[in-house]
């Protein structure tokens, strides 16, 4: 059995070659690696700010590029078809983040239409208190997302599994950071995608 490091190695690994294809979408991460940075250091002071920095540019920027930019047609990097990649995903694949991501889009109808959310927050009435309850929502969301899929692929999988995917996506923003610097220079040179020569050797 691989170690703990093995694994994430792994998780890491496959997370790259089979979903990060596009430069657009290397270089949106980037933006939302630093972004989620940010978030991080934010959350120390405030987690309603955090987390609105975390879903408006974070998380944004990352579900664009994956839905918007990133090929659905066959892989032949990785010798797959978009639907086995999709099967396989141990974290969020499309389908899921379409519900991750319709809950989080329903936050604030949530509020505007009851402001205390059914009497779990005080509300004071504003502009500024408003965003900050929505924050407070978001933030549970993303939490809860987070553990959701962690119970669920201990149950699924086993729990080490679970474990080794909530240490990547918490650490995500640092190593994306490392892994696609460089992206935007790749954009300026007009490659759209990465030849991913690393992939082809395995």
Known sequence: MPS???ALATQRWDDHRYY???????SLH???????????????????????????????????????????GYDTVNDATHEHKEAIKVGYNLRRKLVLLAVWAAAPAMLWLDPTLFGALRAR?????????????WFAVGVGGLLFRTVQLAFVKDVRTGLVWLTKILTDPFHDVQLYYKAPLHLLRGERLDPMPEARRA
């Open 4 to 6: 703990f490091r093995e």
């Open 30 to 72: 980037l933006f939302s690696a630093i972004s989620f940075l940010v978030a991080y250091a934010t959350c120390v002071v405030s987690p309603a700010l955090a987390a609105l920095i975390g879903w408006l540019f974070a998380m944004v920027s990352r579900q664009a590029g994956h839905f918007f930019f990133e090929p659905k």
């Open 20 to 26: 990060h294809h596009s430069r657009i979408n290397q």
């Open 125 to 137: 009435g504003g502009a500024a208190d408003f965003l900050h309850r929505l924050g407070e929502v």
